[in-house]
Every structure is written in structure tokens, then in C-alpha cells.
């Protein structure tokens, strides 16, 4: 088993950042390959991809709405991956959701995850 926590969602205004971070435990990255994402559900909406990371850090995958704004990266030396958001905007308004799976690749299905961390708010305002 893999618990996922999320810390450093807030309210930003538009054009600020904010750094997620994602903490793991019950596994270690360094024995396990678990590739890492962050996903996203706004009010109303279904939960969307947002970006990914494989095992190693060498592959990642952004939606086309965050692209050259957000960063993803991992620590696997302390089991961490971490969300640097820039330039957000009002559509950026989510709860966003750290998700872990069993498996070197990353992936943009939500449905490849196997484990999933609570969320953490963020709002963005104007």
C-alpha cells in the first residue's frame, strides 16, 4: 500500500505560483517503480489530467492547459514529487489530486493510477 498526502495548495491571485508537493509512504521510490501524476477536478467538472512523471524522471507528460506554466518533478531519494505552478489563472481553481502507479511508465489515464492522495485546494482569484 502507498498513502499519498498533499500539502501547499491556497488561494493565489491570478499570475501568481504555488508549489505542491506530494508526499509518499508505504513504499520507497528508490525500491518500487511508481510512476507519479496530478490531477485536477473543479466544481462541476470531472477530474482532468494534469501532468505526469515516469520512475525515473526522464519522461513527462503535460496537458496542452498548463504547458510551459506548470513543472513536475520527483525526489526519490524522500519519496516526494513536487507541482510548481506559474502563471496561474482562474481556470487553474481545483482540487488537485496526487496519484501513484505500480509501474515505471507515465501515463495521462486516470484510471492507470493505483493509488491516490486526499487533494489540496487551490484557488486562484482575480
Known amino acids: 500500500q502507498v498513502q499519498l498526502v498533499e500539502s501547499g495548495g491556497g488561494l493565489v491571485q491570478a499570475g501568481g505560483s504555488l508549489r505542491l508537493s506530494c508526499a509518499a509512504s508505504?513504499?520507497?521510490?528508490?525500491?518500487?517503480?511508481?510512476?507519479m501524476g496530478w490531477f485536477r477536478q473543479a466544481p462541476g467538472k470531472e477530474r482532468e489530467f494534469v501532468v505526469s512523471?515516469?520512475?525515473?524522471?526522464?519522461?513527462?507528460s503535460y496537458a496542452d492547459s498548463v504547458k510551459g506554466r506548470f513543472i513536475i518533478s520527483r525526489d526519490n531519494a524522500n519519496n516526494r514529487v513536487y507541482l510548481q505552478m506559474n502563471s496561474l489563472k482562474l481556470e487553474d481553481t481545483a482540487v488537485y489530486y496526487c496519484?501513484?502507479?505500480?509501474?515505471?511508465?507515465?501515463?495521462?489515464?486516470?484510471?492507470?493510477?493505483?493509488?491516490w492522495g486526499q487533494g489540496t485546494q487551490v484557488t486562484v482569484s482575480s
Open positions: 512523471i515516469s520512475w525515473t524522471g526522464g519522461r513527462t
Open positions: 508505504g513504499r520507497t521510490f528508490s525500491s518500487y517503480a511508481m510512476a
Open positions: 496519484a501513484a502507479r505500480s509501474g515505471p511508465g507515465q501515463r495521462r489515464d486516470s484510471g492507470e493510477y493505483d493509488y
